[in-house]
């Protein structure tokens, strides 16, 4: 069982930076892939980028890739997003999620346990 609690999110203007954090309960978060995804009013929510458990292998999707860097500490148990040159369209809530089987993935159904989720506003 993991237990996730995101923070860092807020009101940013275009092209500001933001970094979120997730911070991982359980002794075993080194195990999981991790993974952010978002979810804009009124639109499903979105695969945003994927870390391996070792955080030798990160995945973007292409509408964050070069803005947006995912990395882990897992002596911490602690996934990050730094998110930079925001832009309104990054406008959404933002969960991370943890999935238990081996290998990252994009898809929203791989992954078995989520947080409650961090406003990230960009003003135009």
């Known amino acids: 069982q993991v237990q996730l609690v995101e923070s860092g999110g807020g009101l940013v203007q275009t092209g500001g930076s933001l970094r979120l954090s997730c911070a991982a309960s359980?002794?075993?978060?080194?195990?999981?892939?991790m993974a952010w995804f978002r979810q804009a009013p009124g639109k499903e929510r979105e695969f945003v980028t994927a870390?391996?458990?070792?955080?030798?292998?990160?995945y973007y999707a292409d509408s964050v890739k070069g803005r947006f860097t995912i990395s882990r500490d897992n002596a911490k148990n602690t996934l990050y997003l730094q998110m930079n040159s925001l832009k309104p369209e990054d406008t959404a809530v933002y969960y991370c999620?943890?999935?238990?089987?081996?290998?990252?993935?994009?898809?929203?159904?791989?992954?078995?346990?989520w947080g409650q989720g961090t406003q990230v506003t960009v003003s135009s």
């Open positions: 359980g002794r075993t978060f080194s195990s999981y892939a």
């Open positions: 870390i391996g458990w070792s955080d030798s292998s990160t």
């Open positions: 999620a943890a999935k238990a089987r081996p290998g990252t993935s994009y898809y929203i159904g791989h992954y078995d346990y």
